[in-house]
């Protein structure tokens, strides 16, 4: 009996699956050519729908914000290209949309009509839709490894201050060994890796080592200064 080949969805902290593709901006390889380069790699369900329309303006005006913490946008969609070309025409020419007007995408949008991109990443969901990408967003890192992976219904549009918060979150967990508690924002107190021996526990507890502070043993913070982190993660 013939049985059905199921590809698994990628997971954090797996090598980006690899592919070529057709895009609004030429043809890429993905991941190697962005190769010591953040890159948020997000799929949306069609072109020439309002939610979508919203998210493109909105990630197209903080594109040069992403850039300055090296990190690089592409799109994907099961749309073909000339469909992608028209409605990025569109969004330019005719759509405004919270004070926004004249937006020019000008990061990749992929062409996938075949479907075999959005279904390496796991961006078709039959629950959702079998032929529709759902909002999906890949956050990998420089090494081309996968870090954060966020998923969201078609009906749903993305909070794009939540995905920058989410990169600067984890170029700073990596630039300084910490870790970032909830609702962090850059400039809040940062989390300390919990002690490796009991003395370093003790000495924590007791206020002995230099700027860290304790609520019990594992559960200690640090101060990092806004202009520090920026200073370390953005070009």
């Known amino acids: 009996m ?7 969805m990628p997971r954090i902290g797996d090598k980006a699956p690899s592919f070529k593709a057709v895009t609004t901006q030429g043809e890429i ?9 953040w890159v948020i790699l997000f799929s949306h369900p069609a072109d020439f729908t309002p939610v979508c329309t919203s998210e493109f303006m909105t990630f197209a005006s903080m594109e040069e914000k992403f850039n300055q913490a ?11 290209l ?31 009509i075949t479907m075999e991109i959005s279904k390496k990443y796991g961006m078709i969901q039959p629950g ?13 890192d420089p090494k ?14 993305r909070n794009f201050e939540e995905l920058y918060r989410v990169l600067i979150a984890l170029k700073t967990a990596d630039e300084f060994g910490i870790a970032t508690p909830a609702d962090w924002q850059p400039g809040d107190d940062v989390i300390v890796p ?13 206020g002995k080592e230099e700027g860290v502070e304790c609520k ?3 559960f200690c913070t640090k101060k990092i200064s806004k202009e520090e982190i920026f200073n370390k993660v953005l070009n």
């Not at 013939?2 to 698994?8: G, K, M, S, V, W």
């Not at 390889?29 to 380069?37: L, V």
């Not at 090296?70 to 073909?80: A, E, I, Q, R, T």
């Not at 919990?194 to 007791?206: M, Q």
């Open 82 to 112: 000339y469909s992608h070309i028209a409605w990025l025409r569109t969004i330019k020419e005719k759509i405004e949309f919270k004070g926004m007007k004249n937006i020019e995408v000008k990061f990749p949008l992929i062409e996938d």
């Open 2 to 8: 013939e049985q059905n080949l199921l590809t698994p």
């Open 216 to 218: 019990d043993w594992f």
């Open 70 to 80: 090296n990190c690089k946008l592409v799109g994907l969609s099961v749309d073909g």
């Open 194 to 206: 919990p002690a490796g021996s009991c003395n370093t526990a003790k000495d924590r507890v007791e």
């Open 128 to 140: 959702e839709s079998s032929t529709k990408a759902v909002r999906a967003v890949f956050f990998i």
């Open 29 to 37: 390889n993905f991941p190697e050519q962005y190769e010591g380069s």
């Open 144 to 157: 081309g490894i996968i870090r954060t992976i966020i998923y969201y219904p078609l009906s749903l549009g």
